[in-house]
């Protein structure tokens, strides 16, 4: 079970990262060049947010209930603040990624509010571009095997 929601967690992150910068691009794009915030842009948005959810979901299970890190973690053996390895998992991965996701509301949330086109795709490229650089701050880039689950 956990190998299951542990490539689901893997692979998703790809789709994340080519919509987050798909929609970026299309807010810097949308913001200089005074172009209509359309439906398909709070489509764009509104999956963003979703798929963050979801991941954060799967995070979710595979932290409390699955995974042998951070049960281990918190079992009481092992400090996971003196082990470097550990505390990545148990306490920094997590915590970026959910300042990381309730960024990305932020910014959807504020962005929905606003009526001006210019002001939406500005709002999105700031809280996105947040939160993406956040993600990107806590994948484990170093560990190739982790990148790419087979």
Same mark, same amino acid.
């Given at each position: 079970?956990?190998?299951?929601?542990?490539? =689901?967690?893997?692979? $998703?992150?790809? @789709?994340? $990262? /080519? $919509?987050?910068?798909?929609?970026?691009? %299309?807010?810097?794009?949308?913001? #200089?060049?005074?172009?209509?915030? =359309? %439906? &398909?842009?709070?489509?764009? +948005?509104?999956?963003? /947010?979703?798929?963050?959810? =979801?991941?954060?979901?799967? &995070?979710? /299970?595979?932290?409390?209930?699955?995974?042998?890190?951070? #049960? &281990? +973690?918190?079992?009481?053996?092992?400090?996971?603040?003196?082990?470097?390895?550990?505390?990545?998992?148990?306490?920094?991965?997590? +915590?970026?990624? !959910?300042?990381?996701? /309730?960024? +990305?509301?932020?910014? %959807?949330?504020?962005? %929905?509010?606003? #009526?001006?086109? #210019?002001?939406?795709?500005?709002?999105?490229?700031?809280?996105?571009? @947040?939160?993406? =650089? !956040?993600?990107?701050?806590?994948?484990?880039?170093?560990?190739? @095997?982790?990148?790419?689950?087979?």
């Amino acid at each position: 079970m956990f190998s299951t929601f542990l490539f =689901l967690h893997s692979w $998703l992150r790809w @789709i994340i $990262l /080519v $919509l987050a910068l798909v929609i970026i691009v %299309k807010s810097i794009m949308g913001m #200089s060049g005074n172009k209509d915030y =359309l %439906k &398909g842009d709070n489509i764009m +948005a509104s999956s963003f /947010v979703g798929l963050l959810d =979801l991941q954060f979901l799967f &995070g979710i /299970v595979m932290y409390f209930w699955l995974s042998p890190i951070t #049960s &281990g +973690a918190w079992s009481g053996d092992i400090s996971p603040m003196k082990d470097a390895g550990i505390r990545y998992w148990a306490v920094e991965h997590l +915590a970026m990624m !959910l300042i990381a996701i /309730v960024l +990305a509301h932020i910014g %959807k949330a504020k962005a %929905k509010r606003l #009526s001006e086109s #210019s002001k939406k795709f500005k709002i999105q490229a700031i809280f996105f571009g @947040i939160a993406l =650089l !956040l993600i990107l701050s806590r994948i484990p880039w170093g560990e190739s @095997i982790r990148l790419f689950r087979m």
